[in-house]
């Protein structure tokens, strides 16, 4: 992401979840991509993958973990999601992190990343809001905003990146 964001790649490289096989049982729930579409086409499908509006999953739990929200916006209120670029000074972030199922299984923590470095973590019991405001640099590289979500048995969410600048380079 990072030789992306200063020109070194064409095109960036999104997460998707995969499946680790050993010997003769493989359970699909434990490994999940999860495809922000409107509709449920092949087409839509292609779209979502192609675009980077996408998010991976794994762990016993994936199945009740969802990234229910995640957007980027400006100062003149456009807004985009995951894959999708934002010409900004400042930008707003809006997300949200559930998981449903019983009280001893629901915590969750989510790194919030930006440009590879940590920038904060959040911690919620079943469900996390995050709702925050930065201030790009200057200059023509693209930003970049992720979430990193832990919940209990090893469960895990890995957003694909929202991209920001303030030039129109």
Not at 92 to 104: D, H, M, P, T
Not at 139 to 151: E, I, K, Q, T
């Amino acid at each position: 992401l990072t030789e992306y964001c200063f020109g070194q790649r064409r095109r960036p490289i999104w997460a998707i979840a995969e499946g680790d096989v050993e010997g003769d049982s493989f359970d699909p729930g434990l490994s999940q991509t999860v495809f922000m579409v409107k509709e449920n086409t092949q087409p839509a499908l292609l779209e979502a993958l192609r675009n980077g509006q996408i998010y991976a999953l794994s762990g016993p739990f994936a199945d009740d973990l969802s990234l229910d929200t995640f957007t980027l916006t400006n100062e003149e209120d456009v807004q985009v999601g995951m894959g999708q670029t934002l010409k900004a000074q400042e930008v707003r972030l809006v997300a949200s992190i559930s998981l449903n199922g019983n009280e001893k299984r629901n915590a969750l923590s989510a790194d919030l990343i930006k440009n590879g470095i940590l920038i904060q973590t959040f911690k919620g019991a079943g469900k996390i809001n995050i709702d925050l405001r930065d201030t790009l640099e200057n200059g023509p590289r693209h930003h970049y905003y992720r979430l990193d979500v832990r919940a209990p048995n090893q469960t895990r969410l890995l957003s694909n990146p929202i991209f920001a600048h303030t030039s129109d380079s």
